[in-house]
C-alpha cells in the first residue's frame, strides 16, 4: 500500500466524513511524519480524485467525500493483472497522470506485443476522468517508425515547420505537438526519434515551449504531456540527456514474467471474446489450456491472442461441417508453432490444475467488459461458411470439406496477416471487409474506369476496399491521418485527385466519417494505374507428388530460399485413384494460372503423361517435368521469378538445359575423382594416428584395429603428436592419406576423422572398414564438392531461418555437421532434398539453443534410449565437437529429434 492509499485508509478507519470531524494537513503530516508540502500534495490529489473534500481557508480542513459521490476509476480495471502482477506499474501510471499541473512525462518499456499501447489508452481514460470535468483533453498517438528513415520529415511532422522551411514547404503546416495541447501526446517506438528530435523535445521539457521547423524567435508555449514506448533498451537506444528528462519509467513484463493464474484469465478472455463473436459456447480440451499456458510466445499477448482466434477459426470449422451446437477446441487446431514455443513449468495451483484435467466451458457473456477489440475488422467465420457452402455444392462429403477448408483457413490466415504486417496489396477475400465498404470501393472503381479509360482489377479493389476499411477504423478511434506526399500528388496526378475531390461527400456519407485532404491523396494514388501497369504475371508453378507432405516440403522449402510464395503444393493420397487426381489438379491449375500457362513438376506414375488430358480439362496450357527434386524446384522458379516476357516454351527449355548442366556437371566431378582414386590405386595408402604422445597408443590402436579388421595389414600407419606439424604431413600424405584416427580432429579437406574413442563401438569399427574398402569413399571425398552450388543458395537464404546468429558462421558450422552426419548415417547415398533438410534443421537447431528455446526431451526419447544408445552417444559426440566452435552446448532434447530424422546404422551396414 502507497503513502496516498494509507493516507486514503486512515480517513476511512477514523470515519472523517464531515466539516465537524475534518483534519488539518498539518495534522497528517505529523500522523505520517512526512513534509506538510508532501501532505498537502497527496490531499490535493485525493480532491482531485472526488475523494476527499475540502473547506474552510486558514487552515484548509479535508473530510470524506459522500460515499454516493466518491468516484471509482475504471479506466484500468479493464487490464488483467491490474490488481496483481502489474499493480505497481498501474500505480505508477496514475501517479504520472495526477501530478499536477499537466501530468509527468513517461516512458513505457517492455517487449512487442506486452500491452504498451493499450496502457497509454488506459493512461489517456485515466487523465480525462481527472482532467476532463469541463474540457476535451486529445490523445494523439504519433509513430515515430513511420518516418524514422527520414529525420527532417519526422521533426517537420511532429513539431511543424513553417513556409520555406525546406523544398516544397509552400505554407505553414502544424505539428502533432499542436494538435497534441491540453492533452498527451503519444511517441510509439520513440526509440526511433532521431538524436536531433530527442534534443528538441527535452528542449521541450526543460523550457516549456518549442520552434517549429524553420523558426529561429518565435517560441511556442506548451501544454502537454508525453508518453513514449520503447521495445528497445533505454540505454542505448534513447540520448543520456533526453532519458534524464523523463522523470517516470513503466515496465511492463513479458507474458512469461506473468503469474499463470493472469496467463489463464488472458486465455479465457480471448476464447470469451470469440464465443461473443459467434454466439457460441466453446469447449476448450484441459491439454490444450495447458500448453497455451506453457506458450512461450516470441510476440507475447498479441501474439497469443492471434493463436486463439485461429483455433475458434478451426473449431468453427468443425461446428458447421458436423452441425455440433459449441465449438470444441482440441489439440489437433493448435498452430504448430506454439509447440515450438514450449516453456516447462510445474503447475502447482489446485484450481488450474483442475482445468487441466477437465477442460474449460465458456459461454458467451455479452455484459463482459473487454480489453480491447481485435481492431481488425477480420470475419474468418463468414469466410468458412461461404466455403463449406461452396463444397456442398461441389457434393463433397464433411470430412472431405473439413479436410478442405482446413487448408484454405490456413492460407487465408497468413494472406491477412501479412497484409497487415505489410501493408501491400493482396487479393484478400471480401468477407473480411464491411459490405459497405467493399460497395462504396467498387463505385469508385468502376466510375473511374468510365472517366479514364482504364482498366482495374481485383487486386486494386481488394486494396482500396481495405485501404478505405482501415482509414475508418483510424478516424474513429481518434487517431489523425497525415500525407507528407500530399502537395506532390496534388501536382503530378491532378486528373485522379480532382475526381477523388469530387467523390469526397460520397465517401463521407458511405463510410459516416469525415474525409481529410491528406486521405484524398492517399485515395488519388488507387487510381493512377489500370491493370497494364500492374507487375506482369508470372507463369504458374504446381509440384506434385504422393505422399502426405512431399510435394507441400519441396514448395516450402523452395520458396523460403527463394525468398517467394509463387510456388504451391498438391500432395497425392497414396490410395487416391486417378480420377480425383484429376480432378483436384484442374481446380488447382485453374486457381493458380495468370494467363501465361503453369508448369507442373511431378514425381512418378501416371503424372508424367497427363499434358493432354489436363489441357482438355482446363483449357490452360500445362508442361510437366518429371522426377522432382529441390535442385529442380529451384531451378524452376528462378527461372519463371527472374525472367520477364518469358513464355511457356522458352522457360521449359531453360529448365531442362540448366538442370542437365548441372547434373552434368556432378556426374562428370564424380568421374574425375574416381579417376583420380583408379591413379593412385596402385600406391600404398596410408592411415594417420594422431595420440597425445605420437607414440605408445598410436601402437593400441593398431593392435585394435588389426585384431578387428585384418585388412588393416595393407595399410600404412603414420603417427604424431598434436603437437607435430600436422599440415606437413598431410602435404606429403595427401595423395594416399584415406583416413585420420585421434582424439583430436586436425581438419583437414575432404579426409574422414574418426574419434579415437569411437573404436570401442561396433559402429566406430565399421566406418573405418567402409572406409577403407572403399564402400564409400567416393561420398567422403565428393560430399562437398557434389553439393558445392547447393550450399552457395543455402548460405544466401540461410538468414530467413536464423536471426540470433551471423550466417558466415552457422553455414559453416552446419557444413561441417553435414560432412561428418552423411559420413556415419548414410553409407550407401543422400539425396540432395536430404542435404537441404538436414542443413535447415541443423540450422534452425543452432538458433533455438542460442535463443534458450531449445526442443525438450521428446515422450518417446526412453525409446531413443532403449533402441539407438550407441547411435545416440555418437550423434550427440559429433554435434558437439561441431557445435563448441561457436560456443553452444546442445542438449539431448535436440539430439533426440534429430536422431530421429536419420534411418539407423544397422539398417545400411550389413
Known sequence: MNRIEKILEYFKKNAINCENKAVRTIDIANIFEIQRTDASAELNKLVKQGVLEKCGSKPVLYYLSDIKKEKKCISFTNIIGSNGSIKAQIDLAKAAISY???GLHTLICGESGVGKSLLAESMANYAKELWGKEKNIPFITFSCADYADNAQLLVSQLFGYVKGAFTGATEEHEGVLDRAQGGILFLDEIHRLPPTGQELLFILIDKGFYRRLGETKTEHKSNVMIIGATSENVDSSLLLTFKRRIPVQINLPSIMQRPIDERLKLIMHFFNQEAIRLNYPIYIEGKVVDLLLKYNCPANIGELKNDIVLCCAKGYLKLQAYNKKQLEITMSDLPNRIFTHLKYQTILDSTINQILQTGIFIEPNKDQKFIDNDG???????????????????RMSDTEISNQVKVDLDQYFQVVMKSLNKNRESDIPTSIIEKDIWETANVLLEDAAIMFNRIYNRNILTALAWHLQQFKERVISGRVVYNTNLENIRKRYKREFTYVSNKIQYISDKLKVDVSLDELGFLAMFFIHDISK?????IGILVVAHGRSTAQNLAEVTNNLLGTEHIKAYNIPLNQNNTKTISDLTREIKKIDNGKGVVLLVDMGFLVTMEKILFIETGINVRIIPNVTTALVL??????????????????????????EYVATVRNQLTKDVKLENITNDEKKSILLICISGFGVAEKIRDILIENIPEINSFDLITAGINDNIENIYAKEKNNLCLVIGSVDPELPIIPFINIGDLFLPEGLNKVRNIITEKNEMLDLCIDKKFNSLYVVLREQISKFVKSLTPDEIAQVCEKMILKIVNIFFVDKIEQDTIVRLYLHLACMCDRINSKEALLEPEWSEDIRKNRKEEYILLNNIINSCINKINLSVPSGEIYYLLNSLPKIKDKVK
Open 635 to 660: 531451378e524452376a522458379g528462378r527461372q519463371i521469378l527472374t525472367n520477364e516476357n518469358i513464355e511457356l516454351d522458352e522457360v521449359i527449355d531453360n529448365i531442362y538445359t540448366t538442370y542437365d
Open 100 to 102: 499536477p499541473p499537466h
Open 534 to 538: 500492374i507487375n506482369e504475371e508470372k
Open 376 to 394: 481488425y475488422g477480420i470475419d474468418f467465420y463468414k469466410y468458412i461458411d461461404r466455403k463449406i457452402e461452396n463444397y456442398r455444392q461441389l
